[in-house]
């Protein structure tokens, strides 16, 4: 029996790291039924780990797009922590040099949920006193 499937490929949900922050921004700003979520910077700008941000909410959100095939799950894994941990540093002097009272960081990503992840995330927030959480955001 043959699929009528088996040679259509679905198109990635987002095209560049840019329209997945976009995404990201109107997602939240459905959610809180808000308009205070916002881009921060631009491409080729110090974001200080920051992609997406609400000084309202004093949320700040980390985007990171991934795309998932077998032969690279572990990695893509390995290297979502560490761009956390780098990120979420980067974020914490920023609101310590500009006195900023941020309560949560959000990692989101199209990776899947992970527990080594959301681990790591409970880790941070343990050690810092800032919320962080990750969140899979698929369209």
Known sequence: MSSTFQNIQIPAPFQNDMLFEDFTKHYFNELHKTTSYSLFG??????AGI???????KVAIQCKLRVI????DKTIKRNLIIELKK???SFLIYIKENNLPFNKYIFAST?????DIIT???KLS????VSVEYCVILP
């Open 42 to 47: 631009r491409n080729g700008q110090n974001q």
């Open 51 to 57: 992609d997406v941000i609400s000084f309202d909410k």
């Open 69 to 72: 095939n077998n032969q690279n």
């Open 87 to 89: 990120d979420f540093k």
């Open 111 to 115: 990776y899947k949920d992970d527990v």
């Open 120 to 122: 790591e995330c409970f």
């Open 126 to 129: 343990q050690e810092h006193g």
